[in-house]
T-cell receptor, first 108, second 114 residues
Framework: GQSLEQPSEVTAVEGAIVQINCTYQTSGFYGLSWYQQHDGGAPTFLSYNALDGLEETGRFSSFLSRSDSYGYLLLQELQMKDSASYFCAVRDWGKLSFGAGTTVTVRA | DVKVTQSSRYLVKRTGEKVFLECVQDMDHENMFWYRQDPGLGLRLIYFSYDVKMKEKGDIPEGYSVSREKKERFSLILESASTNQTSMYLC?????????????FGPGTRLTVL
């Protein structure tokens, strides 16, 4: 089975940097994904790491260390619109297993 | 743009009723998924399908079944609804090249079972 852990809540001010950590235990592993979900909205894909290292997409970056079963999502230059829930998800063969989510609140 | 639509945003049913949740995607995706989302538990996979008439159990299939008669449509069926099936239900689809990593989600159906 799969087990993913991520913090439940993070609060930061506009312009700050936030790092959301995700540790996982899986029987099989193909990669780590991150999704964003605004309140009342559908989850949307942010990034995917299959190999160790950092992937950068604009203000967001995602990191993976397969040997440590660990990854993180880095949100830079926080904006009010970044207030949302963020989920890490592990791909095992053809399906995804999601963490419980981290609620990020951005304050002015 | 990929569009995944779900038949209802809100649904109220009574215990014991048979419930159908419909999902349609318009991008010819092979893979389709049904999740339920509950506070503090994230998204949990109920069933998924890689092709027409194919289905695979996810992590919590008990009390649910699915049907995929056409490529674009994936239905979730609650044979006899119970109050513990009150939840947000999300459908998703993905093309085969992504191997199920980038999934496109519908807006969700909030089901209340009384």
């Amino acid at each position: 089975g799969q087990s993913l852990e991520q913090p439940s809540e993070v609060t930061a001010v506009e312009g700050a940097i936030v790092q959301i950590n995700c540790t996982y235990q899986t029987s099989g592993f193909y990669g780590l994904s991150w999704y964003q979900q605004h309140d009342g909205g559908a989850p949307t894909f942010l990034s995917y790491n299959a190999l160790d290292g950092l992937e950068e997409t604009g203000r967001f970056s995602s990191f993976l260390s397969r040997s440590d079963s660990y990854g993180y999502l880095l949100l830079q230059e926080l904006q009010m619109k970044d207030s949302a829930s963020y989920f890490c998800a592990v791909r095992d063969w053809g399906k995804l297993s999601f963490g419980a989510g981290t609620t990020v609140t951005v304050r002015a | 743009d990929v569009k995944v639509t779900q038949s209802s945003r809100y649904l109220v049913k009574r215990t014991g009723e048979k419930v159908f949740l419909e999902c349609v995607q318009d991008m010819d995706h092979e893979n389709m998924f049904w999740y339920r989302q509950d506070p503090g538990l994230g998204l949990r996979l109920i069933y998924f399908s890689y092709d027409v008439k194919m289905k695979e159990k996810g992590d919590i299939p008990e009390g649910y079944s699915v049907s995929r008669e056409k490529k674009e449509r994936f239905s979730l069926i609650l044979e006899s609804a119970s109050t513990n099936q009150t939840s947000m239900y999300l459908c998703a689809s993905s093309p085969p090249a992504s191997g199920g990593d980038e999934q496109f989600f519908g807006p969700g159906t909030r089901l209340t079972v009384l």
